[in-house]
């Protein structure tokens, strides 16, 4: 088992990252004071794990709740939400309750969320059973519920106390799925560590292939680049917003389409090859960069264009988006592989060239 | 003008208080960064202030959204919550926004929640226009909405960036609010300063009456103290409980008959007096200090005794309270006049008589 440290100071956490590790009492005893303990799964993963996290939870004398909802995006919402916080209150779950989200990413930031205001705030585990949220969404605190206005416009930044990733949890994951967590491991790659992209770049096909050495390299180099960025700036002040590279396109796609029709990581890798586009038509890299991003994200089996949606429709959903500042749409660029930055575009002509030149029959500008 | 700080590092602000401030610029100023503001109120209070606060962020370079929800507790709640979403999104508010929260508890604690989780959080300002937020809800960043199954319960700490107390607006407010209010300036003096109970004792009549000086008075001590146990203890894991005086019962009545049927001042004034009868039943105060707590109760117009539910049922609705440690209620208990402690009674018989000696026509205990 290999561990990484989220450096927090008093919101410091633990990612434990090994195989067979999710029914490991050791990794839940510290957080469980003796008292009740509500996991948070879906209908998909409860028959494969709750079982064995709540026997280990039973066992250290946790009072257990199991917490179902449905599989998929739609289950972040309010409604969902509310459901949660009615079975806590039903079974008296007060503020020592431990919340653990057994999960994708969905569940993670459905659970973090209720466990956020739940009280005004519970502790809580991630136990992440998708690629994507194994290297990605379970680190770093951030929680939300999509409004029907846009994604994640509801929530909170707050710190699980572990992140427990077994990463063998990956054998019963639909390929669909383990494409689109590679999406936000290219992610990482491409917007923070050109080795680390040179790397993928050599072994796209074993991690596809499910090496089990590959792919536990590629999650620790992900959760150690996460982590890293997430110590230095929790609440995404600053450079944090890097890790958005490929959302503001990818979150238009996915509001668009209606959430659930593309997965997350398929609308960020059309939102990556549209963010590499831009920042070539802005001069920052040349076309032999954005020709190696979309090298990479197409033998990853991921979408390598967006939908067709005119670049009106881009830009009306991209300018509610949280990273909007005073009215102006931010976009991380590229500066090179591996190097990104934060920028307002102000030529919104560039902006939709690089949308169309990137779109599935795109519509012709104005 | 007076400036109180509520001393919480890098999240500490100022408590500002004084005639006729409310549209006073240079207390918005620093909070307004040239984008949005969005100014939350009710329908009561947006007639009498609204124009006068838009008109001091307007004047600052803000483009000012005016919000507009129903009057009275009903408004804690989800739907309420949603349409305060709704306007905002629709209004393409970003991060950079100011939430102003203009009205009493139910603006501040429902604006307050609004801006703890609106795409992950925004600043906002306290501009409490009725005595109980002044004294009490707008200071220490407590945030909330009601659920079906209990107050409060959905919630989060978030500080406000200022809070501005104009006094004037306590000409308009209606008797039996400042009487309410009056009921939290009463706890913090039985609760934490037997000086200031004193004071209490001989100005009950000069605040009724609306005297500014004593109005003045009673405003700034009761924030001082608020500012104090915040400042040590910002999310009640500790001593910031003892302001809690009174609301474990307080809140078993308001949620027992409904939100709003009485007041929270009105619930809180009788859960005093059960707290107080609670811990001289438990031997720490003799009977005449649960005298002084009736009469003082009593003269400022306020419920000595809780309306006619049995013990039952009391006990039911206190177990899922949020200071419900590992199952168990714990009580804030007076030791004296201005000292309070807070515990789990494990002797359930006292509180079940407590309750009974505090009820109307109260049915017999089993």
Redesign the interface.
Known sequence: MENIRVDLGARAYPIHIGRDILDDKSLYAPHV???SAAIVTNTIVAPLYLERVRGALAALGARTLNIVVDDGERAKE?HTL?SV??AL??A?C???TLIVALGGGVIGDLAG?AA??????VSFIQVPTTLLAQVDSSVGG?T?IN?P??K??????HQPRAVITDVATLDTLPERELRAGLAEVIKHGLALDAAFTQWLEGNVERLLARDPAALAYAIRRSCELKAQIVAADE??SGRRALLNFGHTFGHAIETGLGYGTWLHGEAVAAGMVMAAELSSRCGLIGTEVTHRVRALIGRAGLPVEGPAMSPDRYLELM??D?K????KTRFVLLEAVGRSTLRAESDERKVRDAISACTRSAPATQ
């Open positions: 004071g003796g008292g309010w509310d916080f009615d209150l039903q008296r007060d503020r020592q969320f956020a205001v739940y009280q005004r705030g951030k939300a409004h206005r846009g994640n416009m509801i929530g909170a930044f609440r995404e300018s509610i949280k909007a500042a005073q009215g």
